[in-house]
Nanobody, 124 residues
Framework: QLQASGGGLVQAGGSLRLSCAAS????????MGWFRQAPGKEREFVTA????????AYADSVKGRFTISRDNAKNTVYLQMNNLKAEDTAVYYC???????????????????WGQGTLVTVSS
């Protein structure tokens, strides 16, 4: 089970930190990712992190503004979002993939578990 939290309403240029708490599986065996879905659009990749946290990947649209991290002791993955823009408005989903050690999955079908989503609204 994945439980995302931390969404809300923020002004453009502001920051938010999303959290995703995992339970029911061995968190450290899973790569973790964040996706987002805006109204009327397909779910898109935002960022991913390997099992150990040693490698990360980002969509070009968020590179330099968003940072993914994880704490395997707390079974939690985080998404720090800075300099938010109106186009970042979406429901954000965390996901878990039982992958090989260094692999960074970037497409929804690769992921095994999904959280329920948390809404981020950026006002301009």
């Amino acid at each position: 089970q994945l439980q995302a939290s931390g969404g809300g309403l923020v002004q453009a240029g502001g920051s938010l930190r999303l959290s995703c708490a995992a339970s029911g599986f061995t968190f450290s065996y899973y790569a973790m990712g964040w996706f987002r879905q805006a109204p009327g659009k397909e779910r898109e990749f935002v960022t991913a992190i390997t099992r150990s946290g040693g490698s990360t990947a980002y969509a070009d649209s968020v590179k330099g503004r968003f940072t993914i991290s994880r704490d395997n002791a707390k079974n939690t993955v985080y998404l720090q979002m800075n300099n938010l823009k109106a186009e970042d408005t979406a429901v954000y989903y965390c996901a878990a993939d039982r992958s090989i050690y260094s692999y960074l999955p970037k497409t929804p079908p690769e992921y095994d578990y999904w959280g329920q989503g948390t809404l981020v609204t950026v006002s301009s």
